[in-house]
């Protein structure tokens, strides 16, 4: 399953990890993703010095999915093993 996180989404979890507002950190910023995965998505940025860069932005709460996952995953394994 793929996401797509919305403008909004993407620009409040860029600006909470780096503690900077996104005027403050990218002369421009391209609103529609490179890229998106299940994990995050991509987006193409140009600092203030004119450096033209990709900014990784992952998905809210993926941590907690992808541990939730290899946990069954492992469960699974084990039920394999022991039958």
Known sequence: M???FCLNQVCSTIE???GKSMNDLFSNFVS???????IAQVHGATLHDGQE???KVQHE?????I??????CAG???RE???
Do not use: M, Y
Not at 32 to 38: D, F, G, W
Not at 61 to 65: L, N, Q
Not at 67 to 72: I, P
């Open 2 to 4: 793929f996401l797509l």
């Open 16 to 18: 909470k990890q780096l």
């Open 32 to 38: 529609v993703p490179l890229a998106t995965a299940s």
């Open 53 to 55: 860069v990709v900014v």
């Open 61 to 65: 709460g993926i941590k907690t999915i």
């Open 67 to 72: 541990l939730e996952d290899l946990k069954l």
């Open 76 to 78: 699974l394994e084990e």
């Open 81 to 83: 093993v022991n039958s």
